[in-house]
């Protein structure tokens, strides 16, 4: 029986094999995954671990924090800040970056984080996740926030883990897309798909249609069109989902494809979208992008924008290279 790939293994080998990624880089990635390990067994417990419900915070967005948002967010902080690797940090729920503390020694990266995304589903068992993206730190002086500041494409690593029925590792290093599914019973993540591809046409789209009277016309159009089903433009039926988890959303498309979107609208005409650039849309488009997919904001590849603020939002159409096109293509 050929052996198992353990997490270890497979990122040992990138290393060897590939030469894709340093040592520092591999210890750092094999942190980010025993931190999510740690989230998931917080998720599991549930009510019996009292992690459910709100705490009485609000983050730099504005938004009610959740206790679960909390928890991951320093589950995160404290596993990453010791080893060496780390410059800083940045996460959807801190307003600045956090500097690795001077009783540390100070590593290369840059890691970014949305903690625990989906909050909206943690009370109700819905799956959730946490979302990470590596960034380098540029050659000079004492890291600041502006080191952040790196267009998606500069990526040197980038991945979510999903806790749903299974927990799922799902990680590039710039070598395609490669799932690991958490072996409770051994402690560890193995790998369980390799080179994973998203089909370029696909017949499912995932948008919240609420918020239908607040789009832009090409969403509008691309919508009508594909609730037009057999009889419209599109000559064939679509199917819809939206969980309301971005890495759930995320994480069905790369495994059976479809288009995800959550474009700028009326509702907040300032703000670009509701997706953050840096540590949802980035990682988020590189997956979807080293599996065969495409992802833009509707003009541009979001892995082109030069970010100008930690926390930019950023509207966000990704998924099945053939339909992402045509919506970009609406918009032009
Ligand atoms: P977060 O929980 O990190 O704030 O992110 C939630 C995001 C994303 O995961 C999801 O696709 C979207 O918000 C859902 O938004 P709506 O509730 O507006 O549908
Ligand atoms: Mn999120
Ligand atoms: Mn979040």
């Known amino acids: 029986m050929a052996s198992k790939v353990s997490l270890t293994r497979y990122l040992v080998e990138q290393q060897r094999v590939n030469g894709l990624i340093p040592a520092q880089l591999r210890l750092l990635l094999e942190v980010v995954a025993r931190s999510c390990k740690s989230i998931s067994q917080a998720v ?3 009510a019996l671990g009292g992690v459910l419900g709100t705490a009485e915070s609000e983050n730099v967005q504005g938004e009610i924090q959740k206790k679960l948002d909390i928890i991951a967010n320093e589950v995160l902080i404290e596993a990453n800040e010791w080893g060496g690797n780390l410059a800083a940090m940045a996460s959807e729920e801190m307003e600045g970056i956090y500097v690795v503390p001077n009783r540390y020694p100070q ?5 970014l984080f949305d903690p625990l995304d989906g909050s909206s589903n943690i009370d109700v068992n819905v799956s959730i996740g946490t979302i990470f993206s590596v960034l380098r730190k540029p050659e000079g002086s004492q890291v ?7 267009a998606g494409s500069k990526q040197v690593a980038a991945g979510y883990c999903v806790y749903g029925p299974q927990t799922t590792l799902v990680l590039t290093v710039g070598n395609g897309v490669a799932m690991f599914t958490l072996d409770r019973e051994q402690g560890s993540f193995v790998l369980t798909q390799e080179n994973v591809q998203v089909p370029a046409d696909t017949q499912e789209f995932a948008i919240n249609m609420s918020n239908m009277r607040h789009w832009d016309a090409p ?3 691309y919508v009508d069109e594909c609730l037009a089903g057999k009889e419209g433009p599109r000559g064939k039926d679509f199917n819809m989902r ?7 959303d995320v994480h069905r498309i790369l495994t059976r494809g479809g288009i995800f979107m959550y474009p ?3 509702r907040e005409p300032t703000k670009p979208g509701k997706l953050r650039l ?4 980035n990682p988020m488009g590189w997956l979807i992008e080293q599996a065969g997919g495409a992802a833009t904001n509707g003009k541009e590849r979001i892995l082109a924008i030069n970010p ?7 509207s966000v159409i990704l998924g099945s290279k053939n339909e992402v096109e045509r919506v970009t293509g609406y918009h032009s």
């Open 242 to 248: 939206w969980i309301a988890s971005m890495v759930a």
């Open 144 to 150: 600041s926030e502006q080191d952040f500041l790196q």
């Open 107 to 111: 590593g290369e990266y840059l890691l």
């Open 278 to 281: 840096m540590y949802e849309a």
């Open 219 to 221: 969403i509008k159009r």
């Open 264 to 266: 700028w609208d009326k």
């Open 44 to 46: 599991n417990k549930g």
């Open 308 to 314: 100008t603020q930690l926390h930019q939002r950023v």
